[in-house]
């Protein structure tokens, strides 16, 4: 994920995604993301951990796509947005000219109360990801895991992710917390549930906390549940799942998902 990589090894990082079931457009957006992952953790090894549905597309398997690269700040000196953008610069724009998606732009957008957000388009203004910086939610070190990249001419990265079972912890949370249900949420559930990933004693715990600090009870995680219906699952899953994964589901009407999210929560309902 150099900025010196060579053509092939591009296209064989493309054709590892295709293989999984990605579009050729979607396959280039996630060798993008590794590669914008790798240029922040080699440049500010310390400064961030990455969570989120992009860390379950680069480090387990899954096939939602998703167009989020999610970097929770782990320290007080994180580098500034205008420092994280140059260094995104160095490494995408040579590989957006190797993958002839002509020159890359990247957008700082501080519209709003998080630490920023920073766009990556295309030379027509068509926006293929976003690196999304935020100082909300904990990261609980033990469930801090690394993944060494090793670039050309021996450049090398150890990016800092979530652990499956730290993940799982952060989309439980989201699913109570967010403002509207969302099914991405009860997918990437039923993803680690399905990788065999349980949230042990401290990590049910934390669960537990949130659960009696919003004073969330049975019924409003029952109809949180119920709201993954095919109505919501067809309009959200639809466009982010390869085909046949998403027929899958749908012909079982989407009752896997609720399921595993169910199980999550049984000590609740």
Not at 99 to 112: A, F, K, P, V, Y
């Amino acid at each position: 994920m150099d900025t010196q990589v060579p053509t092939m090894d591009i296209a064989s990082r493309i054709a590892t995604y295709e293989e999984r079931g990605f579009t050729t457009e979607r396959a280039q957006v996630n060798v993008l993301m590794e590669a914008a992952a790798f240029a922040i953790f080699r440049d500010f090894p310390e400064a961030f951990v990455l969570f989120g549905g992009a860390t379950l597309v680069l480090f387990h398997e899954s096939l939602r796509h998703s167009a989020d690269l999610d970097l929770l700040s782990r320290g007080a000196q994180a580098p500034s947005r205008e420092e994280i953008a140059a260094s995104l610069e160095r490494e995408l724009i040579p590989l957006g000219e190797i993958m002839e998606l002509g020159r890359l732009g990247l957008e700082i957008d501080n519209s709003d109360s998080r630490e920023g957000r920073i766009f990556i388009s295309t030379n027509t203004g068509q926006r293929l990801f976003r690196v999304d910086l935020t100082r909300l939610g904990s990261a609980i070190e033990s469930e801090i895991e690394d993944h060494r990249v090793d670039g050309e001419a021996g450049a090398s990265a150890v990016i800092k992710s979530a652990t499956k079972e730290l993940l799982l912890l952060q989309k439980a949370e989201a699913f109570l917390l967010r403002r509207a249900v969302k099914a991405r949420d009860a997918y990437d559930i039923h993803l680690l549930k399905g990788l065999g990933t349980t949230l042990g004693a401290n990590l049910r715990a934390h669960l537990h906390d949130t659960v009696l600090a919003n004073e969330i009870d049975s019924s409003t995680i029952a109809g949180r549940i119920d709201r993954v219906d095919v109505k919501l699952c067809t309009l959200e899953l639809k466009q982010i799942l390869p085909p046949d994964v998403y027929k899958v589901l749908e012909v079982a009407e989407f009752e896997p998902l609720r399921n595993a999210v169910r199980e999550l929560y049984e000590e609740w309902l």
